[in-house]
């Protein structure tokens, strides 16, 4: 089991800058995928970025330039940082891992998501 606490959510104003973190209750350093999901009212879940166990960074398009995925391995940890923020970005932003490497060295693939960090982006 993983579980993921999400925090640093909040309301905005436009342009404003907001840092969401989350934190796995194991090493990420056994995490193959680590990545920061969004969803907004009658909207589906988005990808909004990510970084595999490798350190690959990736992006969904909207959110380039103005959104930073990173890790502080020692703190289990991964931010958010989001820049310019838009009225569009508010939604519940999910932590989300799958691929987590087992003591026996097999991998568990289940999919495991935090609780959800309220992004409110006012105009």
């Known amino acids: 089991q993983v579980q993921l606490v999400e925090s640093g959510g909040g309301l905005v104003q436009a342009g404003g800058s907001l840092r969401l973190s989350c934190t796995a209750s194991?090493?990420?350093?056994?995490?193959?995928?680590m990545g920061w999901y969004r969803q907004a009212p009658g909207k589906q879940r988005e990808l909004v970025a990510s970084?595999?166990?490798?350190?690959?960074?990736n992006y969904a398009d909207s959110m380039k330039g103005r959104f930073t995925i990173s890790r502080d391995i020692a703190k289990n940890t991964v931010y958010l940082q989001m820049n310019s923020l838009k009225p569009e970005d508010s939604a519940v932003y999910y932590c989300?891992?799958?691929?987590?490497?087992?003591?026996?060295?097999?991998?568990?693939?289940?999919?495991?998501w935090g609780q959800g960090t309220q992004v409110t982006v006012s105009s």
């Open positions: 970084i595999t166990g490798g350190g690959t960074l």
């Open positions: 989300h891992t799958k691929g987590r490497r087992l003591d026996s060295g097999t991998y568990d693939y289940t999919d495991y």
């Open positions: 194991v090493s990420i350093t056994r995490l193959n995928f």
